[in-house]
């Protein structure tokens, strides 16, 4: 079955290969041009350059030798500083890893207490406060929430560093990390905290958990007997919500100066670098793909019912 799932992903991925390849190609302006703006360069030179990046072929071939040497994990060369893109990848992509990872595990602590509160507490005053407060996290932007953050705990109380990433694998790495996982991790709690609430008052309203109330079981007992089928909603909406944090991460990554895949994105469409902005466009691609598959297997285990 998940060789099947596997085979289905294949034209996935190289539809949305091509379709990333097209639409670079129709961006206004020439990447040869932007890179030699302002510097008195020959039309012969210029010639050159794109003889050198295949700019000067056709589009199919252009695709064909791109995804040859993609395969075997060869992205081509940076336009702009000449490096093999997959250096550059190998050198940004821990850090966006780091802050989406932190991100994730910070707002499954938060969303999974508060989810099984609301549930138990339904209608009370502390589920109406709950639901706000994550309506709150869901309204902000993750771009502006970035912004707040560092005016707040940065300008004004001076508590943590803005920018940076920080040096080595202690406190002055985490002191870094803290607001961007806070930032990620509050904008996911919204959607994980109220779907397990309702998975979880749709579970404890089931037969079977009533049963078990009937029989004596303690409350501890009854949530954990009903948390795992309550979770497959959850675990089902975080393979949505994958989509949303990798762009929050780019976002995240960006607006805190972590010199990740957001800085090299940022940087690589401005300059026009088109075998840069492919290759992470590709590999986001890829990884959403992979976390939609990894997300079917995962819910299936929680629950059967959910196999194919």
């Not at 994730?104 to 207490?113: Q, R, T, Y």
């Not at 996911?188 to 404890?204: E, F, H, P, S, Y």
């Not at 078990?212 to 009903?226: D, F, Y």
């Not at 960006?254 to 492919?278: C, E, S, T």
Request: hydrophobic share 55%; with cysteine.
């Amino acid at each position: 079955m998940i060789a099947q799932r596997l085979i289905a992903f294949i034209p996935i991925i190289i539809a949305v290969s091509i379709l990333i390849f097209l639409a670079l190609r129709v961006v206004p302006g020439d990447p040869v041009t932007v890179l030699t703006a302002g510097s008195p360069v020959p039309a012969e030179v210029k010639e050159q350059l794109r003889r050198e990046f295949d700019l000067d072929k056709p589009l199919t071939v252009q695709f064909w030798n791109w995804a040859k040497n993609a395969v075997q994990g060869d992205f081509g060369i940076s336009l702009k500083t000449r490096e093999p893109v997959t250096e550059l990848l190998g050198e940004t992509l821990p850090i966006t890893l780091t802050i989406l990872i932190g991100g994730l595990i910070l707002s499954m602590l938060i969303s999974v207490p508060l989810g099984v509160i609301a549930a138990l507490r339904q209608g009370r005053l502390s589920d109406q406060l709950i639901i706000g407060a994550t309506l709150v996290t869901l309204s902000v932007p993750v771009f502006t929430a970035g912004i707040l953050a560092i005016i707040v705990f940065s300008f004004w109380l001076g508590w943590l560093p803005p920018f940076g990433r920080g040096e080595g694998f202690g406190w002055d790495r985490v002191s870094h990390l803290l607001m961007p996982w806070c930032v990620l991790g509050l904008a996911m709690t919204a959607a994980q905290t109220n779907t397990l609430r309702a998975g979880m008052i749709d579970v404890l309203n089931r037969e079977y958990i009533l049963a078990a109330e009937a029989r004596g079981l303690s409350p501890i007992a009854v949530i954990r007997h009903g948390f795992r089928t309550a979770m497959v909603p959850v675990v089902n909406i975080l393979g949505v919500q994958f989509g949303y944090m990798i762009v929050g991460t780019v976002l995240v990554d960006f607006v805190f100066g972590m010199g990740g895949i957001g800085q090299l994105l940022v940087d690589a469409v401005n300059q026009r670098d088109y075998p840069v902005v492919q290759a992470i466009l590709v590999c986001i691609a890829v990884a959403f793909t992979a976390t939609t598959l990894l997300v079917d297997i995962v819910a299936s285990r929680l629950d059967p019912r959910y196999a194919d």
